[in-house]
């Protein structure tokens, strides 16, 4: 009968020593953030300060200055290659390219990079179109 006592203990140890071991995980691994070393100032898109923190822009993602050489990751907002990824030019032609398959299809709108050229283009007054 004794053996089976150690053998309880044995086990609730293990698994005490399992649950410290997901809650160190879970607290300490996952709340920590992601953090690089200030970029180039030519790489920044852009730098703002918004009540009394300073945030930079960093190809799509978004950081917040936490030290003079640190920057600390807040969140992606775009994916600085996206055009690249999905849209193709072919003899004048854009085309949305379907990234699983590789096919493309013609758009039938397609923008211009800046908004007063869009809407001098097409003279509608509206920006979706062009």
């Known amino acids: 009968m004794r053996w089976i006592n150690g053998r309880v ?6 698994f005490l020593l399992l649950c410290s071991a997901w809650l160190f995980v879970a607290v300490v691994v996952r709340g920590t953030q992601q953090s690089i070393h200030m970029p180039d100032e030519s790489l920044v898109e852009l730098t703002i300060e918004h009540e009394g923190t300073t945030y930079k822009l960093v190809n799509g993602d978004l950081y917040r200055v936490a ?16 055009r690249e990824k999905n849209y193709t ?8 390219v379907d990234t699983e398959t590789g096919k493309r299809y013609p758009t039938r709108r397609h923008f211009s990079a800046c ?16």
């Open 9 to 14: 203990w044995v086990s609730a140890l293990l």
């Open 67 to 82: 030290s003079p050489d640190r920057l600390v990751f807040m969140e992606k907002l775009y994916d600085k290659d996206f």
């Open 89 to 96: 030019q072919h003899d004048g032609q854009i085309f949305r």
């Open 115 to 130: 908004r007063s050229q869009r809407t001098a283009a097409c003279g509608c007054g509206r920006t979706a179109c062009c």
